[in-house]
Each structure stands twice: as C-alpha cells, then as structure tokens.
C-alpha cells in the first residue's frame, strides 16, 4: 500500500521535464553553466535555423555578475515515450522586464533521454522566427 501512495505523489514525467524546459532554457540565457550541464549530455546534436548541424558540448559562457534573463515559452508540448520524450514550443526573449517588448523569437525541438542522472537533452533544433512573422 505505501508504494501505490508514493507513485501516486511522485510527478509526472511531463512536469518533470516542464521544469527541465524552463531551467535549462533560463540557464542558457543567464549564464548558469552548471545548470545549463545538468540537463544536457555531454555531446548533443544542434540544428539551427539555417539547417547547419553540429555535435556540441554543453559550453556556454558563464556570465558573472548573471543577468535574470527574461523569457515566455509558449506552446509547450511534451510527448514521453518510456525513456525519451520529444518537446516541442516556442521561445519568445524580451529585452528586459520593463521595456516588454521581445526582440527573438524562435520555435524549438528538443529530444531528451531520461538516465539515471535524470533527464538530459540529446538533440535539439532551434529555427528562428522573423519580428514580421510573429
């Protein structure tokens, strides 16, 4: 009986990775190197906007003083097959809180593969939207 409760209280792998979304993404946009490695493996696949493809490190650069980044992820998306899920959403970046107005849009695709480290992303591919077309 008490392991049927604690299945029951432990989340979803959905709002797991909801969480991972958000901090991963915040990371990148501050600086965090230390969470920006703990969601994502150690050799990834990268695809951006232009169709370029590359296998890359989880190395961003770490920004001291961090600057609280200020981000919306919209649309979110989250299909969970056993140890793999498939995230899809779209990634509006303002200039800051106060301004209010986005200066980057994009839609991103990212793929994760859950291990006993948790979840880390794999493969992601980021294509960038035009101010006209948002």
């Given at each position: ?10 989340p979803?792998?959905?709002?797991v ?8 993404t ?95 992303l794999?493969?992601e ?10």
């Amino acid at each position: 009986m008490a392991s049927v409760a604690a299945s029951a209280q432990a989340p979803s792998p959905s709002h797991v990775l909801r969480h991972v979304v958000f901090e991963r993404t915040r990371a990148f946009l501050e600086g965090d190197s230390d969470t920006y490695r703990r969601y994502t493996a150690a050799r990834f696949l990268s695809t951006k906007t232009d169709g370029t493809t590359h296998i890359c490190a989880p190395n961003i650069r770490e920004r001291i003083p961090q600057e609280e980044a200020f981000f919306e992820i919209l649309d979110l998306k989250i299909i969970v097959e056993g140890e793999t899920a498939s995230v899809g959403y779209r990634l509006v970046v303002f200039e800051s809180r106060e301004e209010g107005s986005p200066y980057y849009f994009a839609r991103r695709t990212e793929n994760y593969v859950r291990n006993s480290d948790g979840w880390k992303l794999v493969a992601e591919r980021e294509t960038e939207i035009p101010d006209r077309l948002y």
